[in-house]
C-alpha cells in the first residue's frame, strides 16, 4: 500500500486549514466493534432472557439472602444452641480444610494469612482477650468484637461454619508465624492439648 499523503480541503477560514485524511484504521475499526457489541447487547440483554435485567438479578441476589437467612434460623446458630459436646476440639483433616475455607474468606483481611495478626490479634500464641478455650472463642466468633471492628458473625456463618473455623484457628496454636503481632490479653496455657 502506497503511504498517502495529506490532502488539503479546499476551504480556508482565516488561514486555518483543515486535512482531507480518512480516520485511523484502528479508530474504525472501534467504532465498528462498538456498534456490533450494542447489537449483541440489546439482543442478549433486552430482547432475549439470555442475560438478567438488573430487576431480575437483584430479585436473585435477595432470594439468596433471604435462603441463607432462613437456613441460619433452621440451623439456630446462636450460642445457646452449642453443646459441650461442640466445645471438644475435633482434628480431622477436612473439618479443618473447611474451617481454612471460611478464615481465608472473612477473617484473613484482620487476622492475616497465617493468623499473625494485623488489625486483629495474633490467633496462635498462647494470649487471648476473650479466652482462649474453644468455648471462647467459638462465642467471640458468634458475637464479635463489634466495638473494636470484627462484625457478628452469627448472622452470616453457618453453625458448622463456626465450628470448622474455631477448630482451625485451633490446628494452628503455636505455629509462631513471621511478623506475628505481639501478644495481647491474658495468658492461656493449652494444657488440654
Ligand atoms: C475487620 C477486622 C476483623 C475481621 C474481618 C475479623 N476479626 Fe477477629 N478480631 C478483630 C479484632 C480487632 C479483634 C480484637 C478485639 C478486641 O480487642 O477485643 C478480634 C478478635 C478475634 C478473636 C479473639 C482473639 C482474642 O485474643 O481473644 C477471635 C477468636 C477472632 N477475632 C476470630 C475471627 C474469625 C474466625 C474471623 C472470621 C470469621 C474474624 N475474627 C474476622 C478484627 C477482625
Do not use: R
Not at 478464615?103 to 479466652?131: A, M, R
Not at 466468633?141 to 457478628?152: A, F, H, Q, R, S
Not at 456463618?157 to 484457628?169: G, M, P, S
Request: one cysteine or more; hydrophobic letters at 35%.
Amino acid at each position: 500500500m502506497s503511504k498517502k499523503i495529506d490532502e488539503l480541503l479546499d476551504h480556508d477560514y482565516d488561514g486555518i486549514k483543515e486535512y482531507d485524511n480518512p480516520l485511523p484504521p484502528w479508530w474504525v475499526y472501534l467504532f465498528i466493534i462498538t456498534i456490533v457489541f450494542s447489537v449483541v447487547y440489546m439482543f442478549y440483554y433486552h430482547f432475549t432472557d439470555m442475560g438478567d435485567s438488573q430487576k431480575t438479578e437483584y430479585t436473585k441476589e435477595v432470594k439468596n439472602w433471604d435462603d441463607k437467612i432462613a437456613a441460619l434460623a433452621a440451623a439456630g446458630n446462636s450460642e445457646l444452641t452449642y453443646t459441650e459436646t461442640d466445645y471438644a476440639i475435633i482434628k480431622d483433616e477436612a473439618v479443618i480444610t473447611s474451617g481454612q475455607a471460611v478464615f481465608t474468606k472473612n477473617c484473613v483481611s484482620c487476622h492475616g494469612v497465617n493468623l499473625e495478626g494485623g488489625v486483629g490479634p495474633n490467633l496462635t500464641d498462647d494470649y487471648w482477650i476473650h479466652g482462649g478455650k474453644m468455648e471462647n472463642i467459638i462465642t467471640t466468633i458468634l458475637n464479635g468484637v463489634p466495638e473494636k471492628g470484627m462484625i457478628t458473625w452469627k448472622n452470616t456463618l453457618l453453625k458448622k461454619e463456626v465450628l470448622a473455623t474455631a477448630n482451625f484457628i485451633k490446628s494452628k496454636y503455636g505455629t509462631n508465624p513471621p511478623n506475628a503481632k505481639p501478644p495481647q490479653g491474658n495468658l492461656y496455657k493449652e494444657d488440654a492439648q
